[in-house]
Every structure is written in C-alpha cells, then in structure tokens.
T-cell receptor, first 111, second 114 residues
Framework: QQPVQSPQAVILREGEDAVINCSSSKALYSVHWYRQKHGEAPIFLMILLKGGEQKGHDKISASFNEKKQQSSLYLTASQLSYSGTYFCGTGSTNTGNQFYFGTGTSLTVIP | DSGVTQTPKHLITATGQRVTLRCSPRSGDLSVYWYQQSLDQGLQFLIQYYNGEERAKGNILERFSAQQFPDLHSELNLSSLELGDSALYFC?????????????FGPGTRLTVL
C-alpha cells in the first residue's frame, strides 16, 4: 500500500536538475508532494489530481500519470535550500481513506 | 507556522509506561491525522479522524489509541511502551479530510522510551 519512491537518495551540485519518482500498486485519486528538513515537520509542495495534470511551483514541478499509477517531481536548477527528504503521499479515494506516504527520497544539494 | 500545535514537544519515559500526545488542528479544520516517524524513516500513517469520528486506520498498534474531541483537538494514547516506540509523532490537519486536501503538519512530539 505504501508507494515506492526512487531514487532513495541523490546528491546534486547547485544548478543541476533532479527527478524523483513515486509509484503505487493501487489506483490513485490524488498525489501530494512534501519536503521535510531533518527533525522538522513536512512542508506541503503541491497536490495533483486524477486527470493526468502537471503543476509547477517556482522551479519545482510535478506530473501525475494515473494510468501508470505514477507521479514524478522535477527540480530544476537546484538550490541549496532544496535539500531535504521528499515524500509523495497518495490517496486512492476522494474521501481521504487509504492515504499513504511514500518511502522518501533524500536530496542533498552541495555548492 | 502551520497553525497546528502539538504538546509536549519532547517526552522521555520508561518502558511499560503510558503517555498521551495532544494535537490542536488549524482553526476551521475538521480532520486530524496521526503519523509515526522512526529515526530516518518515512511517515507511517496511524489513524485519521473527521469531526470526532474515526475515518481511516493505518498501521496503528493495539497498544495505541486515539480520539478526537468535540472541540476538534485530538489525543494519541500510547500504552505499554516499548523501546521501538521511540519516534517522532506528527499530527496533521486538513479542512475536510478528503485526499484532495492539503495536510498541514504540526511540529511533532519526540518520544524517547528508555
């Protein structure tokens, strides 16, 4: 039930791009993306809904392919502030039942 | 600041004991979620409440229980504590509990069981 993220960890230099993938074994209604700094609360980035949409948020964007039950988070021209652990969260229904966070991807941006 | 408050911030206790973690949701949010995050692990969904009623249950142990009160604050009770229960416990709130809602996380309670 827990979505699987890949890669598990990635190290980037400032200015480089990264893609984080999230795959579920269940049909998805929504996909959330959050970023968490060590020891802090997760911070919301964006939600994508059923319908194959793509969203952008500054230099961070995401896509959702409901047929493949997958979502990808794209980070372009990475900044030091992007470092943290990224989690996808998936909902299989609109009501909020069966909501699970993914395994997490640790992203480290170095100068 | 998300508007979600959790108390206490830190809790140190012994094995076999019982503790209560408290969460106050953002003003206007009706749904509360509880998550457990062990060291360098992901967020394990425990339970969700909506307007006082249990809506969804995840990987919550039988030794754990929760409730949401009429004023919408929620408490997570952990009993017969074991070393493995040491973790960061987050609550999150959302307006309606739908999977399309943003979940706003509190700062967490760090539980250490010795």
């Amino acid at each position: 039930q827990q979505p699987v993220q890949s890669p598990q960890a990635v190290i980037l230099r400032e200015g480089e791009d990264a893609v984080i993938n999230c795959s579920s074994s269940k049909a998805l209604y929504s996909v959330h993306w959050y970023r968490q700094k060590h020891g802090e609360a997760p911070i919301f980035l964006m939600i994508l809904l059923k319908g194959g949409e793509q969203k952008g948020h500054d230099k961070i964007s995401a896509s959702f392919n409901e047929k493949k039950q997958q979502s990808s988070l794209y980070l372009t021209a990475s900044q030091l502030s992007y470092s943290g652990t990224y989690f996808c969260g998936t909902g299989s229904t609109n009501t909020g039942n069966q909501f699970y966070f993914g395994t997490g991807t640790s992203l480290t941006v170095i100068p | 600041d998300s508007g979600v408050t959790q108390t206490p911030k830190h809790l140190i206790t012994a094995t076999g004991q019982r503790v209560t973690l408290r969460c106050s949701p953002r003003s206007g949010d009706l749904s509360v979620y509880w998550y457990q995050q062990s060291l360098d692990q992901g967020l394990q969904f425990l339970i969700q409440y909506y307007n006082g009623e249990e809506r969804a249950k995840g990987n919550i142990l039988e030794r754990f229980s929760a409730q949401q009160f009429p004023d919408l604050h929620s408490e997570l009770n952990l009993s017969s504590l074991e070393l493995g229960d040491s973790a960061l416990y987050f609550c999150a709130s959302s307006p309606s509990g739908a999977s399309t809602d943003t979940q706003y996380f509190g700062p967490g309670t760090r539980l250490t069981v010795l």
